[in-house]
């Protein structure tokens, strides 16, 4: 008959691993694949853990009464989930969040991955408190997760019927717009991008940076705004194409931080100067941009603030806070750095 031992050597792991993964916890850092390889072992050799070793709640769950809420994370990103910054930022900052309360943050998947259908079961395979999406989710995708998760939180999604912790869009786009007004510059293009599922007419961002212009009669070249997806490399093309054609303003408001840094790439591979010739600034303000070349000038957004604030929310909700879903927005700050004129 086989033991925990047997079962550990199988899978190749410690019998400390096997017992954690058959009770289920998940405080310490483990792969969805050692998981696998450990059942697929007791499978194998169909390993029985001795009664009273598993730990059980009345439901039948196997996991110990005592066991720490466990959250989920959906991150809205097309890259890594790991390398983008500004989710990084606020990722960070809802598992430090829930380290200080005794909770673990055992899923964390893009929103791209959540789509699909077989990720979506596993995601669900083990016990889940609450979730914070960082996306607006599909119908059938945001249904079934209501259905099997008792809270859940949103950062800047348009589900109406939870809780969201955002910063305004179109203010951000506004106040850099103003900004760069008040320092001179009157040729001012717009590199961004849209939500998934909107047009990039109608996000929220270039909707403030139209407004902006409009309010101080500054003329819009529709050339030189771009709806770049999201993606730095299009940014880059954006300008190279702008040069070559003649038409570059004096100077730019970029949707993100990361793009508005492939755009000052592009700028000095062209040998034009920043800010003598044209201006960038972006919006976010994520930790690198301060090392950008040179420094980038951005509107801040309180990113750790808001991924504390969100698990803040989300506790509430766990613990039984029942009063109508409620938006709270973060303030803006004007970050201004060599990327900008004085």
């Not at 066991?67 to 991150?75: A, D, K, R």
């Not at 969040?97 to 673990?104: D, E, I, L």
């Not at 990039?200 to 070249?221: Q, V």
Request: proline share 4%; glycine share 6%.
């Amino acid at each position: 008959m086989s033991n925990i031992r047997d079962v550990a050597k199988e899978a190749g792991v410690s019998t400390a691993t096997v017992s954690r993964v058959i009770n289920h916890d998940t405080m310490g850092r483990m792969t969805e694949e050692t998981k696998e390889r450990v059942w697929a072992a007791i499978a194998k050799l169909g390993y029985k853990a001795p009664a009273g070793s598993v730990k059980k709640k009345s439901q039948g769950t196997s996991v110990s009464d005592d066991s720490p809420q466990q959250i989920g994370c959906v991150i809205s990103t097309d890259k890594d989930k790991y390398s983008d910054p500004y989710f990084l930022s606020i990722l960070s900052a809802i598992e430090e969040q829930a380290r200080r309360n005794g909770c673990s943050v055992p899923f964390v998947v893009t929103s791209k991955e959540i789509e699909d259908t077989p990720i979506v079961d596993t995601f669900f395979s083990g016990k889940l408190d609450g979730i914070i999406l960082m996306n607006t989710l599909s119908n059938d995708i945001y249904s079934s997760i209501k259905k099997k998760v008792p809270a859940i939180v949103g950062i800047d999604t348009a589900h109406t019927d939870i809780d969201n912790i955002i910063y305004d869009h179109y203010a951000a786009a506004s106040m850099a717009v103003d900004t760069l007004y008040k320092k001179g510059y009157k040729k001012i293009g717009f590199l961004g991008a849209s939500p998934s599922g909107l047009a990039f007419e109608d996000s929220k961002r270039f909707r403030g940076y139209l407004s902006s212009m409009y309010a101080h009669k500054l003329t819009i070249d529709p050339r030189t705004t771009v709806d770049c997806k999201w993606q730095e490399d299009a940014c880059f093309k954006a300008i190279k194409k702008m040069h070559k054609g003649g038409y570059l303003p004096d100077a730019f408001v970029v949707a993100s931080d990361l793009m508005a840094m492939a755009v000052l790439r592009a700028l000095y591979d062209l040998d034009i100067k920043v800010p003598d010739k044209v201006a960038v600034m972006g919006i976010s303000n994520i930790e690198m941009s301060r090392f950008s070349n040179p420094p980038l000038s951005t509107i801040g957004i309180h990113t750790a603030q808001m991924g504390t604030l969100a698990f803040d929310t989300l506790k509430q909700r766990m613990e039984g806070y029942d009063m109508l879903p409620r938006t709270i927005a973060l303030p803006l700050e004007i970050v201004l750095r060599a990327s900008t004129n004085d």
